[in-house]
């Protein structure tokens, strides 16, 4: 095919819902979050971060419990025309080039249908350049076609385009390549031809916003989530507190102290600060006393969250996992089925950490250096983000104690760097479960099976935790002040003497009748704010 000056061979394009049968079934939890699937459009000249906001809110959302998907429009161009010559591609009065150009277009689109509509997906991203509104037109005729929502950003030197060549060349042609978009750059006009269009248009990657048409609570959570990204050089040091007393006997939950060896790790992570002379760290910790104690040892001022405690197991508190198998048989066999969704009685999930803990990932996106000295599923929580890990998998990553975690952010994701200590510690990790169903005890078959309203009282397929970001005292510590009662939890699920317990605390309390508070939809503020940090390419 003859573009321009250079002769290229040109591939045919697969969409990739016609290479597998493969498909993913909708996700019967995520669904309360969309009314219907979205289209997200990226828009805006190259080198202006594109790619990276894509991957970044790709991983947020999936992070949150929303399936979404880039479709990279620069992939399907590289698999069609694999011998990328120079800038003339892209130039607008190539009309083979343009051709090629719109049919991997189309092929993109295909693959957004098939993800929306057959393998369980909520929001595609479409990142490409879309400079032109004959292209805007065309994504919207495809999304109107099929009743998907649509909304619009209007927003490297390093790219897949430019493989082992010469630093100036690259320079050279990538910058002729921008001046043949910007011949045709049409930007969205919010006073007229785009004006009933839903778009948010970040200039000079978070400097400003403009954000028109907002339609639903996906978008607002969109919006707020980009505003509160900041593109700037920093580290997150994550690690858990040293070795508590209740590590040691193998119990969870509570709020026990630090064992010697946990001091001898505080002690050690000092030292660690001060070598790497981390001078202006900032240092998190949760409110129990086994995170407190370990920050207490470095010496400098540190800040407590009340959504950085440690998962609550409700009535299975500080129990050790034989006693809960004991005790809880019914409730360990569906832990164990799906941990991530599972609900302890009077607890959380996985699930219902995740949403507690979404005001951290936006704290860390907009700080700078940052300890955060905290508990193992918060840890994986947190890890599960910048790694961006599914929640199959969430549950079940290693966050050994006395180790320390350093994340820097890079282009496309994130470096993780690996500090052990030198200071023993027991090991709390749980491995995932290889027993299958058929292979479970004839009880804990039957249990298994039993009707599905256990199931699903038990797991969080919809946010029904309360938003309290407080850990609750246990209800049966001696000590503790009354609390309101948990939700009602079956009398083969707790042991008579902590039935008789809650029934004394029931009756003991100042009035008879109690009224369940109801948290309404939330309410997202949307701002524009000005933010001082690096950008991406030219402004």
Not at 281 to 297: C, P
Not at 333 to 344: E, I, M, N, S
Not at 348 to 364: A, F, G
């Amino acid at each position: 095919v003859d573009c321009g000056i250079n002769y290229v061979r040109v591939n045919s394009v697969t969409p990739v819902s016609e290479r597998g049968n493969h498909r993913m079934p909708r996700s019967s939890w995520a669904s309360y979050m969309t009314n219907s699937p979205t289209v997200i459009v990226m828009i805006g000249l190259p080198a202006r971060g594109k790619t990276y906001i894509s991957k970044k809110l790709t991983r947020y959302l999936n992070w949150i419990g929303v399936p979404t998907k880039v479709f990279n429009l620069g992939v399907y161009r590289r698999e069609a025309v694999r011998a990328y010559k120079s800038y003339d591609f892209f130039r607008h009065d190539n009309e083979e080039a343009m051709k090629i150009r719109k049919q991997c277009a189309l092929v993109a689109l295909q693959d957004v249908k098939a993800y929306l509509t057959e393998e369980g997906g909520q929001i595609a991203v479409f990142d490409a350049t879309n400079t032109t509104r004959e292209r805007r037109d065309l994504i919207q005729d495809f999304v109107k076609e099929n009743a998907f929502k649509v909304k619009l950003y209007e927003v490297k030197v390093s790219s897949p385009d430019y493989p082992e060549r010469h630093r100036e060349r690259v320079m050279d042609d990538f910058l002729k390549r921008i001046e043949c978009y910007k011949v045709t750059y049409q930007p969205l006009d919010p006073d007229d031809y785009d004006k009933d269009l839903s778009f948010i248009k970040v200039i000079n990657v978070g400097q400003r916003f403009l954000v028109n048409r907002v339609q639903d609570y996906i978008q607002s959570k969109i919006v707020y989530y980009l505003m509160n990204i900041h593109v700037h050089s920093h580290s997150i040091y994550l690690c858990r507190h040293g070795e508590s007393k209740h590590n040691v006997e193998g119990r969870i939950g509570g709020d026990s102290e630090l064992s010697p060896r946990g001091k001898q790790f505080a002690h050690a992570l000092r030292d660690f600060i001060d070598e790497h002379k981390l001078s202006d760290l900032k240092v998190w910790t949760s409110q129990l006393r086994r995170t407190i104690q370990t920050a207490e040892e470095l010496g400098v001022p540190y800040e407590q969250w009340k959504i950085l405690n440690e998962i609550d197991a409700g009535v299975c508190e500080e129990m050790t996992y034989e006693m809960i198998q004991e005790t809880f048989p019914e409730e360990f066999a569906l832990r164990d089925q799906d941990k991530y969704h599972y609900r302890y009685p009077g607890g959380e999930s996985y699930q219902d950490l995740v949403q507690r803990l979404e005001p951290v990932i936006m704290e860390l996106e907009r700080q700078g250096n940052v300890l955060v000295i905290c508990h193992q599923a918060v840890m994986r929580c947190l890890l599960a983000y910048f790694l961006d890990k599914g929640a199959e998998d969430l549950p079940y990553m290693k966050c050994p104690l006395h180790t320390i975690l350093k994340l820097t952010p890079v282009a496309y994701g994130c470096k993780v760097e690996m500090f052990y200590l030198n200071v023993e510690a027991v090991n709390t990790h749980r491995d995932r479960p290889l027993v299958s169903c058929s292979e479970m005890s004839g009880k804990e078959n039957h249990i298994a099976a039993q009707d599905s309203t256990l199931i699903h009282r038990r797991n969080s397929y919809t946010p029904l935790s309360s938003h309290d970001q407080v850990k609750r005292p246990r209800l049966y510590s001696a000590g503790n002040q009354p609390w309101l009662p948990l939700a009602p939890t079956p009398s083969a699920l707790m042991p008579e003497e902590r039935q008789s317990q809650v029934s004394e605390i029931v009756k003991g309390s100042p009035s008879k009748s109690r009224r369940l508070s109801v948290i309404g939809p939330t309410t997202v503020v949307i701002m524009c704010l000005a933010f001082s940090h690096l950008s991406f390419g030219s402004s």
